[in-house]
């Protein structure tokens, strides 16, 4: 059911969602928090569609912003969504026009639920620092996403898109971009885990110019310690991962199966299709609101790995920057330096993930780490699971 609500107030909506409450049966008891979008205009029905999904799984109140004509005559209308047309939430789309576009907390702030907490998420558009935009400051998660940030805000240019999350980073921040990579985290941390078990000394990351490679691999490097290189492709998405170990092995992960499935080769084995699936936006969107507290594997990689990774020449592409090696190992004199050794684990937003001690390599190529130590190993870095 759609209410529409010209030339009201926020008065005038929260008058109406009680009496929804009272004569139709429709209450805000069983919601966990508040879930408050900023968007234009043309992505209100998508964005309300992703919301109403992973409302299936976080029942919430749904609040709607979209702000036009900021110069024009204060305005307001609304709408107020619940039953088929709200999932498992109660959406409020509010169109303000003139002033009170530009003062988007104070119009929310008369609709957010009591004692709940409160989530912001752009899926468009973003500040340039989440936790100091109005908005922003209202709530303890802030949800962007890097790849239409990086479309629409730098003309295309992941590296200014990556440099904002780094430069604009708070605790409480996420991004779907990096969200979107978990079930390739876990698949390639499993894959580190088949017997039998030797050092990775270096990375191939296959994949776009987008914001989603230098993610990977930027984790990559700071998990392993090793050389991650960039292989560029035309697809839109990520493709294939590859890892070198120091017996002369490869390890490859091939997005080449359609819908949910990926090719898992190894060296000398038969190759295993494995789940692999590109996640929605309301996925995605799931993931984030599981867990309401700062996400530290994803602070620890945009405020320590990002950066040493762009600052190295983020992942060379395979085959010309990176040394003199050939595909079966690193190139000599890489800019990495000297490894340590590392864990790679999938640290998803929810806490879970695993994680292999695995040992690293030089810059040189010398493998120095002792293997995959799967009963026991030392300290994660920051941000990787436990």
């Not at 109005?134 to 709530?139: E, M, N, Q």
């Not at 070198?244 to 060296?267: F, M, N, P, Y």
């Not at 684990?345 to 695993?354: H, L, N, Q, R, Y």
Request: aromatic content about 4%; overall charge negative.
């Amino acid at each position: 059911m759609i209410i529409p609500l010209y030339a009201t107030s926020t008065a005038q909506v929260a008058t109406k969602l009680v009496e929804l409450r009272e004569d139709g049966g429709v209450a805000a008891l069983g919601r966990v928090l508040t879930l408050i979008i900023q968007c234009e205009a043309a992505d209100i029905e998508t964005s309300i569609q992703a919301a109403n999904l992973a409302s299936m799984e976080h029942p919430c109140r749904v609040i709607v912003l979209t702000a036009e004509d900021l110069e024009g005559p204060a305005s307001m209308d609304a709408q107020i969504r619940v039953g088929s047309d709200a999932g498992a939430s109660e959406v409020i789309v509010l169109r303000l026009r003139g002033a009170p576009g530009g003062h988007l907390d104070a119009v929310s702030t008369p609709l957010l639920l009591p004692d709940a907490p409160v989530v912001v998420w752009w899926p468009g558009e973003r500040p340039a620092v989440p936790a100091r935009d109005r908005l922003g400051r209202l709530a303890s998660r802030r949800i962007t996403d890097a790849i239409t940030a990086g479309r629409d805000s730098f003309a295309g240019s992941p590296r200014a898109a990556l440099k904002l999350l780094t430069s604009g980073y708070s605790p409480g921040d996420s991004d779907l971009t990096w969200t979107r990579l978990t079930p390739w985290r876990a698949q390639l941390a499993a894959a580190l885990e088949i017997p039998p078990v030797e050092a990775v000394t270096s990375a191939t990351v296959t994949g776009p110019d987008l914001a989603a490679s230098y993610l990977m691999g930027a984790w990559l490097a700071d998990r392993l310690g090793v050389p991650v290189r960039r292989q560029p492709t035309d697809s839109p998405f990520l493709t294939a991962v590859e890892f070198h170990l120091s017996g002369g092995r490869r390890i490859l992960l091939d997005k080449e199966l359609e819908e949910a499935q990926a090719v898992l080769r190894i060296t000398g084995q038969v190759d295993r299709v494995v789940s692999l699936s590109r996640r929605s936006r309301a996925e995605s969107l799931a993931e984030e609101l599981r867990r309401l507290e700062p996400d530290e594997a994803y602070g620890h990689l945009v405020l320590d790995a990002l950066p040493a990774y762009l600052a190295a020449g983020a992942g060379a592409e395979a085959g010309t920057a990176g040394g003199t090696g050939t595909r079966g190992g690193p190139g000599t004199g890489t800019a990495d330096g000297t490894g340590t050794r590392g864990g790679i684990g999938t640290g998803t937003a929810d806490g879970t993930g695993t994680r292999s001690g695995i040992g690293t390599g030089t810059a040189g190529g010398a493998e120095t780490g002792t293997g995959a130590d799967l009963a026991a190993g030392p300290a994660p870095k920051p941000g990787g699971s436990p």
